[in-house]
């Protein structure tokens, strides 16, 4: 009997249209354009202003495009998984919402949360349904409204975090898709980069909401560390198991946290600067989205084939890497 495989057949993705630039960043705190630049990469990020709109009002539009783009009518789909760590609200679940919104009614629907590695992780139990042959069609939804959670009173943090949604379309294929993954946890990180209140420990009161705890909080030295150290680990480990060479990478796919982290891992892999997806000075770092939205850009440079590495490392701490080979041509 052949392996089963669960191939990417599409991507799609969307970013709000209002744009928060370094110099508007200047304007909200004490920095400046060349220190946003040099330690981040990023010069600007996308933001959702419209009042009253969240996660899934950017996810909708994408998966309405995806099921176009892949000629999949709303019934047809299995199931649908969200990662995101800004949820519409609590509960219910921001899959369920999108599911709604799109008319996607015959399939059943969850969130996965494990910060900027959330797509991963969701990519590593969709393909699981899809490999046992109980699911053909998974759409894999990576989106974050960050800006509702970002202090922009504190300078540390506020550069870095722009809103966006990236989606997948996962299906079954015998030769091409997902090969490989290797995920981990580490519980004993969560205290540097988590947002203080508002879950049960910790609920949301007059006070929690003066000290400004609804917003991430991170010490960013010892994440930028950590990630450095475990995203190329876990990167270099996926290709040392399947004995791929710098060469026969075709694309790094890293989350998009922090320039400075994307080019020491890709230097500890030992590729170059054209083999690595990079749109962090566009978007910033849009957690759960990055992954797919590089997907979505580079999608035309794609080729049946390919061999791409994706990795991420976020709070929790989370980390992880899945290895795949690209399952078609662009038009
Ligand atoms: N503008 C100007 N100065 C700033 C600043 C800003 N926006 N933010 C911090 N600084 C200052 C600090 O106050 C500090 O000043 P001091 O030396 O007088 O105390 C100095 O810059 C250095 O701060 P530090 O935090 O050491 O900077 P850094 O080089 O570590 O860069 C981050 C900060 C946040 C960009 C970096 O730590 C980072 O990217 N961390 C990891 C992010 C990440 O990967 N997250 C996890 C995955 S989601």
């Avoid at 990020?45 to 009042?51: F, M, N, T």
């Avoid at 996810?59 to 999949?72: D, I």
């Avoid at 609590?90 to 369920?96: E, H, K, V």
């Avoid at 566009?282 to 989205?289: C, E, H, M, S, V």
Wanted: hydrophobic content about 40%.
């Amino acid at each position: 009997m052949r392996n089963i495989h669960a191939a990417i057949t599409g991507v799609t993705g969307y970013v709000p249209k209002d744009i928060l630039s370094n110099a508007d960043i200047e304007n909200l705190v004490d920095t400046t354009d060349e220190w946003i630049t040099t330690r981040t990469g990023i010069k600007e990020r996308r933001i959702l202003k419209e009042p009253g709109k969240g996660t899934s009002d950017m996810a909708v539009p994408a998966v309405e495009e995806l099921l176009r783009k892949t000629g999949t009518l709303p019934e047809e789909v299995d199931i649908l998984i969200c990662a995101t760590v800004t949820p519409d609200m609590q509960f219910p679940a921001t899959a369920n919402i999108i599911c709604d919104k799109v008319g996607i009614k015959n399939a059943y629907s969850f969130d996965i949360s494990a910060a900027c590695s959330g797509f991963l992780f969701l990519l590593t139990v969709a393909s699981k349904f899809i490999e046992t042959g109980s699911a053909k069609k998974i759409i894999c939804v990576g989106a974050d409204n960050m800006t509702s959670i970002t202090n922009y009173q504190d300078r540390s943090t506020c550069p870095l975090f722009g809103d966006g949604a990236g989606v997948v379309m996962l299906e079954p294929s015998e030769e091409y898709g997902i090969q490989d993954h290797l995920l981990k946890v580490d519980g004993s990180g969560r205290n540097f980069l988590y947002q203080k209140s508002g879950g049960s420990v910790s609920p949301a009161s007059h006070e929690t909401v003066e000290r400004r705890e609804h917003f991430v909080f991170q010490e960013g030295q010892t994440v930028f560390k950590v990630a450095v150290t475990k995203m190329a680990d876990i990167a270099v480990e996926m290709m040392e198991k399947h004995n791929i060479q710098s060469d026969d990478l075709t694309w790094l796919v890293p989350h998009q946290a922090n320039l400075r982290i994307i080019e020491a891992v890709a230097r500890r892999m030992g590729i170059k600067r054209e083999q690595v997806m990079i749109n962090i000075q566009k978007y910033g770092n849009t957690t759960d989205a990055t992954i797919p939205l590089c997907l979505w850009e580079y999608e035309d440079q794609l080729k049946k084939g390919d061999k791409l590495i994706l990795t991420a490392f976020g709070g929790g701490f989370t980390w992880g890497a899945i290895y795949l080979t690209w399952a078609y041509d662009s038009k």
